[in-house]
């Protein structure tokens, strides 16, 4: 069935590095938009960063620019979300999603949780 | 501060109708951008309630449903369960910010 999930997340001091991935499956992935989304403790939705279904247009909240970036690979039906310079305000659930900018997001991984802590 | 307005909080009698605004502005909402609506239950993904302001996905029951107009936006429960208890949250496309925006949540409460 179609899926999304999410790996990657956990504890990491302020100022580190982290890697985020999200494997689809079920579906077509070179044909869709995907999109990061995070939900910090207590907190509403935040979108994150966006990519289009080739990669070739990638559009960043301002809250991540200069810090986040998201690609992916196509053949191996992979999102990724490279997180630099990390805060303690990303501390969140990051979750990825089908669609999004525009477009509705209408399959959802189950989430990841990233922790920015000393 | 989230650029999209909803009420913190609703709440409703089973069986009782239940509505959620969402109110955004001029760059938003008020430009023509669907609006989409999404049930998030404690510590469980988002799910895809209404897209395209009022287009239910297979498998949402009809007693969920949306409407826009102006720079507003709504949604509507009736026949409300307490299976329906969770937080609601709309999402739009705002041009200002080239992104996808979402309401700060409404959570709904079946009394």
């Known amino acids: 069935q179609v899926q999304l999930e999410e790996s990657g997340g956990g504890l990491v001091k302020p100022g580190g590095s982290l890697r985020l991935s999200c494997a689809a499956s079920?579906?077509?992935?070179?044909?869709?938009?995907m999109s990061w989304i995070r939900q910090a403790p207590g907190k509403g939705l935040e979108w994150v960063s966006y990519i289009s279904s080739s990669g070739g247009t990638i559009y960043n909240a301002d809250s991540v620019k200069g810090r986040f970036t998201i690609s992916r690979d196509n053949a191996k039906n992979s999102l990724y979300l490279q997180m630099n310079s990390l805060r303690a305000e990303d501390t969140a659930v990051y979750f990825c999603?089908?669609?999004?900018?525009?477009?509705?997001?209408?399959?959802w991984g189950k989430g990841t949780t990233v922790t920015v802590s000393s | 501060q989230s650029v999209l307005t909803q009420p913190p909080s609703v709440s409703g009698a089973p069986g009782q109708r239940v509505t959620i605004s969402c109110t955004g502005s001029s760059s938003n909402i008020g430009a023509g951008y669907d609006v989409h609506w999404y049930q998030n239950l404690p510590g469980t993904a988002p799910k895809l309630l209404i897209y395209g302001n009022t287009n239910r996905p297979s498998g949402v029951p009809d007693r969920f449903s949306g409407s826009k107009s102006g720079t507003s936006a709504s949604l509507a429960i009736t026949g409300l369960q307490a299976e329906d208890e969770a937080d609601y949250y709309c999402q739009s496309y705002d041009s200002s910010l080239s992104g996808s925006v979402f309401g700060g949540g409404t959570k709904l409460t079946v009394l």
């Open positions: 999603a089908r669609g999004g900018r525009a477009r509705h997001m209408d399959v």
């Open positions: 079920g579906f077509t992935f070179s044909d869709y938009y």
